[in-house]
Antibody, heavy 115, light 108 residues
C-alpha cells in the first residue's frame, strides 16, 4: 500500500518561498512507473493542479504557476519536494502530494501566508 | 487549458435516490482521461472513477461513470448517507490538468 505524507512549515511570510516535502512509502519515487504530483486547495474552494515530476528529473508545471514553482526528487530519502517562490496571501491553501494515478494522496497540509 | 464545468453546483436529494452529476469540458478530453473524486470535509480527495468509466479499487458498484469527448456523468444509483459530500471531476489528458469546480450533494 502506497502512503504519502506532507511536511513543512505551516506559516510563510509574504514574498518568501514555501517549501514542502512529501515522503513516500510503499513505492519508489525514482521508478518511471508513476508521476508524483502536487495539488492545492484554498480554504473553502476547489482543487488546483500545481505540477508533477517523473523519471527523477522531468517536470510538468501549471503555466499559471510555472515562473514560481520547482518540484524535485530526493531518491536517497524517497521524497519529492515543492518550492513556490514569492508567495502572497493567494497562495494560502491545503497542499496535497499525490501519485499521478490519483489513487494515493497525502492527508494534506495547510500553509498560510501571512506576516 | 481545458475548462471543466460541473453541474449542478448543489444537488439536493434523499437517501436511496439516484444522483446524476455532470461534467462538461471546453474541448474534447483526450482518450477519456477523465476522473471523478469524492471529498469529505477535512479529508483528501478519494478517487472513484478513472478513464471516464473504470471504478477505482474498493469503490462500491453504486458509483458509475460514463461519457466521452466533452460530456461526462457520474451516477450514484442509490444514495447512502455518507455520499452527501462534494464531488470533483478532473481531466488528465492534456496539460495543465484541470478540475471542475465541484458539485455538493446535500440531503433534501
Amino acid at each position: 500500500q502506497v502512503q504519502l505524507q506532507e511536511s513543512g512549515p505551516g506559516l510563510v511570510k509574504p514574498s518568501e518561498t514555501l517549501s514542502l516535502t512529501c515522503t513516500v512509502s510503499g513505492a519508489s519515487v525514482s521508478s518511471g512507473d508513476y508521476y508524483w504530483s502536487w495539488i492545492r486547495q484554498p480554504p473553502g474552494k476547489g482543487l488546483e493542479w500545481i505540477g508533477y515530476i517523473y523519471n527523477i528529473g522531468s517536470t510538468n508545471y501549471n503555466p499559471s504557476l510555472m515562473s514560481r514553482v520547482t518540484i524535485s526528487v530526493d531518491t536517497s530519502k524517497n521524497q519529492f519536494s515543492l518550492k513556490l517562490s514569492s508567495v502572497t496571501a493567494a497562495d494560502t491553501a491545503v497542499y496535497y502530494c499525490a501519485r499521478n494515478s490519483g489513487d494515493s494522496w497525502g492527508q494534506g497540509t495547510l500553509v498560510s501566508v501571512s506576516s | 487549458e481545458i475548462v471543466l464545468t460541473q453541474s449542478p453546483g448543489t444537488l439536493s436529494l434523499s437517501p436511496g435516490e439516484r444522483a446524476t452529476l455532470s461534467c462538461r469540458a471546453s474541448q474534447s478530453v483526450s482518450s477519456s482521461y477523465l476522473a471523478w473524486y469524492q471529498q469529505k470535509p477535512g479529508q483528501a480527495p478519494r478517487l472513484l472513477i478513472y478513464g471516464a468509466s473504470s471504478r477505482a479499487t474498493g469503490i462500491p458498484d453504486r458509483f458509475s461513470g460514463s461519457g466521452s469527448g466533452t460530456d461526462f456523468t457520474l451516477t450514484i444509483s442509490r444514495l447512502e448517507p455518507e455520499d452527501f459530500v462534494v464531488y470533483y471531476c478532473q481531466q488528465y489528458g492534456s496539460s495543465p490538468y484541470t478540475f471542475g469546480q465541484g458539485t455538493k450533494l446535500e440531503i433534501k
